[in-house]
């Protein structure tokens, strides 16, 4: 039986050679070949399922670092939800690798800005304008509103109240960069 060919830098055997001594069926050798085809197909489902693993066990370890920083924050700021909104906001853009994120808390049937993170400053400033909004029901955030679903939308430039110039959609897209868009309630479905 030969060991790896010595040419590549893979921990798996490239090649087996067996013999038996006066083995002449091709079949004998066929199925030999087919047997070390599962064996390598299997290793390759192994090496994929860990590889996976480690890649939940990182999203897993990332969010249990950001939700240390929230609880880290929360109890040096008793009192003051400012620093709570802000550390929450820029672990959630960091975690879904956004390019920036805006926080908002629902007030009555309106919604305000309570945090901002790496928002472009045009964008924060046109937002800042209305300190309570309601936004249109075909765009994530309205669709929040009324069914307390998360909801997304991949090219808000479709949205009829783009299409109308709202102004609050108008401004996601021409001074935001929005296309693709996603809202959540938060945990009590709010």
């Known amino acids: 039986m030969a060991g790896p060919t010595g040419t590549g830098t893979s921990d798996r055997v490239d090649e087996v050679i067996l013999a038996r001594k006066g083995a002449k069926s091709r079949r004998r050798i066929t199925g030999l070949r087919s047997k070390t085809t599962k064996a390598r197909t299997h290793v390759d489902r192994v090496r994929a399922a860990n590889a996976d693993l480690k890649k939940k066990l990182a999203e897993a370890l990332e969010q249990q670092a950001a939700t240390s ?39 009555g049937d309106a919604f305000r800005a309570v945090a901002t993170h790496n928002a472009p400053p045009a964008y924060v400033e046109a937002r800042s304008r209305d300190l309570l909004f ?57």
Do not use: H
Request: charged share 20%.
């Open 69 to 107: 920083e929230v609880l880290s924050v929360i109890s040096s700021s008793p009192g003051d939800l400012e620093p709570v909104f802000q550390a929450m906001l820029a672990n959630a853009v960091r975690i879904c690798d956004a390019k920036f994120g805006q926080m908002y808390l629902r007030d």
């Open 134 to 190: 309601r936004p249109p029901p075909d765009v994530p955030l309205g669709r929040v509103f009324i069914t307390k679903q998360a909801a997304q939308i991949a090219d808000i430039t479709t949205a009829q109240s783009y299409i109308n110039r709202d102004p609050f959609v108008v401004s996601a897209v021409d001074l935001g960069g929005y296309r693709d868009c996603a809202r959540g309630p938060n945990a009590q479905g709010r």
